[in-house]
Nanobody
Framework: QVQLVESGGGLVQSGGSLTLSCAAS????????MAWYRQAPGKQRESVAT???????EYSDSVKGRFTISKDNIKNTVYLQMNTLKPEDTAVYYC???????????WGQGTQVTVSS
């Protein structure tokens, strides 16, 4: 059974840093695209950062230059290093895995990140 388990969320002051982790079970990082999404109260879920099997990376404009996505293929874990956090980064952050064909699409349970001003 595929599992994505996020950790590392919490409360941090504006300007601070957090690192989120997503431990993946039964996911082959060599064929799955991994991503971090977030959803703030009253807003739609949005993509934050994506890393492909070959390591190509994309960021949303709102986090570019502040967040870094990375993965460890041995530990089957994907990370999101978040620096210079802002109150508008407050959201539930979700780990997502997308396989090479339709029907292979998985979400973690989410981890709360709260940035105080």
């Amino acid at each position: 059974q595929v599992q994505l388990v996020e950790s590392g969320g919490g409360l941090v002051q504006s300007g601070g840093s957090l690192t989120l982790s997503c431990a993946a079970s039964r996911i082959n990082f060599n064929i799955y695209t991994m991503a971090w999404y977030r959803q703030a109260p009253g807003k739609q879920r949005e993509s934050v950062a994506t890393i492909t099997p070959l390591g190509s990376i994309e960021y949303s404009d709102s986090v570019k230059g502040r967040f870094t996505i990375s993965k460890d293929n041995i530990k089957n874990t994907v990370y999101l290093q978040m620096n210079t956090l802002k109150p508008e980064d407050t959201a539930v952050y979700y780990c997502h895995a997308r396989g090479p064909t339709r029907g292979f699409d998985y979400w973690g349970q989410g981890t709360q990140v709260t940035v105080s001003s």
